[in-house]
């Protein structure tokens, strides 16, 4: 069996177009996964009682099979891309809200305490000083989110929202390696292009952490 | 003036962190906080920020009670050192300085200007001002914290051992430039340390606490190694502390000679009697160039040919204390300590004999606190 270019020339469009929706389908859950990390995380530092059943609840989830989930939400948000993403937020939140918190926990009490005597009220503190210095940790969480969310979302395609799922069923569906191949290989790149332009986000955004990683 | 009136903090749990202080901290003078670790410093220090609220009693700055201000208004208005400096590593130098003058909404060419400016007064350079604290050194890093907590020129520090966490040489640096600042700016201190060195050197009042949360004594650096209050504050202060009291005893205090003080230029016979077997060697301007050895000497000639031991260091008999004389003099070859004026010319020599004559005087003294246990 040999790799056939000339499918891959004639099916670029179609390809890419998958491409697009597969991040679409994996990375927006990733958002949604942030915005509820964040205030679930800030309250779990605040009140720390709650962290542990909020980490039980976020890891529950992560270990119900997806199968199992899209057949649930499938009852609620039918054949859509919903069905795909509800569970790939929920997945996100098991890496997403610990990460949220050991950030906030990396404030320094030195750091906490003098901007507290500075005049820092306690939500101007979360936003100016907390938050930003807990940017990398929770940055280095979004990284191994969305990398999973990538290759997840393959899965969707089970429902019939699968972005570059469809080429690797179709490809089997029609005993055709190409097709599987150039797909899981697109999966891969984009797993490693999303990954690169993260850690240059991370970058840009704290170059205070960025010459302490050289240094040490 | 800051003021505690009958202050007690019970936390929950029970421990009382402060029992029943009173105290008053004077305007535009140090005062210094000290005592066994535990015994309640920084929780007394965080009830004049309202960084902690008292179970019982005020605080009163100034006559006013500290809880009529909203917490973080009464903050901005009071600067504010710890001991690891405690700066935000998300921010540049100058803008670590800056915060506070950002948090009262000033414009950011006005707040930077003031960083800058702070800057330079707290021994900074320049080219600084857009590094991040971790590519500063321990030393450098309490000197931002030192200026931030300046910034927006606060009538209030409160420092919490701000120069703990640095090597002995650095300390020492830093806290000569923290007398020569308050010289120039008069704030009301509150400053926290371990460290008695420290709180004798930095104070113009000590308040000594000890476990639980009692305040013992408050006195001035004298009082205090003069007459400790008890046997806490006493052996707090260590055994030392007749040594120490060496510092609040000026040199000029010691009678000065003038005995075996030869000018370069005079004939060597002149210097073979010497008593002490040592003469000092001076220039025609009268500056201290070192010390002959009577037994040494050339078989002729003048007394500058002679091979001239280095004399230490001298003492300034204006400025300096009998302990710098007295170390001056443990350190010279001869034993005999060199005190200059001002300019660095010779104001005459003292022996150790003479320097104990000036401690007699000043042990004259009364000492309340052993007069009454040799009474009893
Ligand atoms: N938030 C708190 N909750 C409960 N107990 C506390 C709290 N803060 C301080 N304490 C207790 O109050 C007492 C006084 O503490 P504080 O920090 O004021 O002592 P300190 O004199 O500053 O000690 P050190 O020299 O070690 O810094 C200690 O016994 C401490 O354990
Ligand atoms: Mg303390």
């Known amino acids: ?216 | 003036m800051i003021t505690f009136e009958g202050v007690t903090k019970r936390y929950p749990g029970g421990t009382v962190a402060l029992d029943d202080v009173s105290l008053d901290c004077p305007t535009g003078r140090i005062t210094v906080f000290v005592g066994t670790s535990g015994g309640g410093k920084t929780t007394a220090l965080r009830t004049i920020n309202r960084m902690v609220e008292p179970t019982s009693g005020r605080v009163l700055i100034d006559g006013q009670d500290v809880r009529e201000h909203k917490p973080a208004e009464l903050r901005r208005g009071i600067g504010y050192v710890i001991q690891h400096a405690g700066l935000f590593p998300h921010r540049t130098i100058e803008d670590n300085i800056a915060t506070v003058p950002y948090l009262l909404r000033w414009n950011k060419k006005k707040a930077r200007a003031r960083a800058h400016e702070l800057m330079e007064r707290v021994g900074l350079e320049r080219s600084m001002a857009r590094r991040y604290p971790f590519q500063l050194s321990g030393g450098q890093q309490q000197r931002v914290g030192v200026a931030r907590a300046l910034a927006a020129d606060p009538p209030i520090m409160l420092m919490d051992e701000p120069f703990s966490a640095v090597d002995p040489v650095v300390r020492a640096e830093l806290q000569d430039e923290f007398l020569r600042l308050q010289d120039e700016l008069h704030k009301t201190i509150v400053f926290v340390t371990h460290d008695v060195d420290e709180a004798i050197k930095l104070g113009d009042r000590i308040a000594v606490f000890q476990t639980g949360g009692k305040l013992v004594q408050v006195d001035s650096p004298e009082t205090l190694l003069a007459r400790p209050a008890d046997d806490f504050v006493a052996g707090f202060i260590g055994h030392d502390r007749g040594i120490r009291r060496l510092s609040f005893i000026p040199a000029s205090s010691a009678p000065l000679s003038e005995r075996d003080v030869l000018p370069a230029d005079a004939p060597v016979e002149r210097a073979r009697d010497a008593a002490g077997g040592w003469v000092l060697v001076v220039d025609a301007d009268r500056r201290p160039l070192g010390w002959a050895a009577a037994a040494g000497l050339p078989a002729s000639g003048v007394v500058g040919d002679a091979s001239l031991a280095p004399i230490g260091h001298t003492f300034d008999v204006a400025g300096d204390s009998v302990r710098a004389a007295l170390d001056a003099a443990i350190l010279s070859p001869s034993g005999r300590a060199v005190g200059v004026d001002a300019e660095g010319r010779l104001a005459g020599v003292a022996d150790q004999q003479d320097l104990s004559t000036a401690i007699a005087r000043a042990g004259a003294d009364p000492r309340p606190a052993e007069a009454a246990e040799d009474g009893g």
């Open chain 1, 1 to 216: 069996m040999e790799f056939d270019w000339d499918w891959i020339a004639r099916n670029t469009d179609s390809l890419g177009e998958h491409a697009l929706v597969h991040l679409r389908l994996a990375l927006l859950p990733v958002l949604f996964g942030l915005l509820i990390a964040l205030p679930v995380g800030v309250l779990c530092r605040r009140w720390g009682w709650l962290y542990p059943p909020a980490l039980t609840i976020a890891n529950v989830f992560y270990a119900i099979p997806s199968l199992a989930l899209f057949m649930i939400f499938i009852q609620y948000t039918g054949l859509t891309a919903s069905t795909v993403m509800i569970p790939l937020t929920l997945y996100s939140l098991s890496v997403l809200v610990p990460n949220v918190v050991d950030g906030l926990a990396s404030v320094s009490d030195p750091v906490r305490q003098a901007a507290t005597a500075m005049g820092f009220g306690p939500l101007r503190r979360l936003l100016r000083v907390e938050l930003p210095i807990a940017v990398p940790i929770v940055i280095a969480g979004t990284r191994v989110a969305a990398v999973s969310s990538i290759s997840l979302v393959a899965v969707g395609q089970l429902i019939g929202q699968g972005g570059l799922g469809y080429d690797i069923i179709r490809g089997y569906q029609l005993s055709f390696p190409t097709q599987i191949i150039a797909a899981t290989v697109l999966i891969v790149l984009l797993a490693l292009v999303t990954d690169a332009i993260l850690v240059t986000v991370q970058r840009l955004l704290t170059p205070w952490a960025r010459v302490r990683g050289k240094v040490s």
